[in-house]
């Protein structure tokens, strides 16, 4: 069964240094997510993505956030200059269709993320 | 802002118990609501979805849920619990009227006891 992935299941890193979590969505979806999850509270939206370029996002993603989908497997997020609070589970996610979609996003295991 | 709150960090329940996991909406626009589950080390999948139609609706795995808008609430039950169910639970509501994407809330873990 066809499945998100993302890598690095976890990464540790200094506060400062830019940190890139990768991504491949399912090969046949076009519309491209990010969510967060800091211990203990909401899943919050990042960003959606198609197309190439960003569609939506939320007041959370800021200039320190950037997506890309470099080629044609991979989406990543970058974060340019970690803070402590930058410290969650990050999960991608890729859905077939995009505003038209009902709700199925395919998600991905998560990489958490932990800032020191 | 659309905002789903789910009640209950923690719910425990025996094994062929039923299981009600409650999930209150708030919600400007005609809310579209969602359960997400995620098993252990796997990604969050879809349970099931209300989009305005049936207001009960079934899910996967024996699962449902009702949407009842004089309560603003969409809670997921199932008749009798498995071992298997042990999971986190996830609610959520769509964004804004013009967009799908799903809010979620905090979510429920469900533990299930022998």
């Known amino acids: 069964e066809p499945e998100v992935t993302q890598t690095p299941s976890h990464q540790v890193t200094q506060m400062g240094q830019e940190v890139i979590l990768r991504c491949v969505p399912i090969s046949n979806h076009l519309y491209f997510y990010w969510y967060r999850q800091i211990l203990g509270q909401k899943v919050e939206f990042l960003v959606s993505?198609?197309?190439?370029?960003?569609?939506?996002k939320s007041e959370i993603f800021d200039d320190q956030f950037s997506v890309e989908r470099p080629d044609g497997s991979n989406f990543t997020l970058k974060i340019r200059s970690t803070k402590l609070e930058d410290s969650a589970m990050y999960f991608c996610?890729?859905?077939?269709?995009?505003?038209?979609?009902?709700?199925?996003?395919?998600f991905g295991e998560g990489s958490r993320l932990t800032v020191l | 802002a659309q905002s789903v709150t789910q009640l209950g960090s923690h719910v425990s329940v025996s094994e062929g118990a039923l299981v009600l996991l409650r999930c209150n909406y708030s919600?400007?626009?005609?809310?579209?609501l969602f359960w997400y589950v995620q098993y252990p080390n796997q990604g969050l999948q879809l349970l099931l979805k209300?989009?305005?139609?049936?207001?009960l609706v079934k899910g996967i795995n024996g699962f449902e849920a009702e949407f009842k808008k004089s309560e603003t609430s969409f809670h997921l039950t199932k008749p009798s619990a498995h071992m298997s169910d042990a999971a986190e639970y996830f609610c959520?509501?769509?964004?804004?009227?013009?967009?799908?994407?799903?809010?979620f809330g905090r979510g429920t873990s469900l533990i299930v006891h022998p």
């Open positions: 996610a890729s859905s077939e269709r995009g505003t038209m979609n009902t709700g199925e996003l395919f």
């Open positions: 209300y989009t305005s139609a049936a207001t």
């Open positions: 959520a509501v769509r964004r804004s009227g013009g967009s799908y994407i799903p809010t």
């Open positions: 919600s400007s626009v005609p809310p579209y």
């Open positions: 993505f198609y197309n190439n370029e960003i569609s939506e």
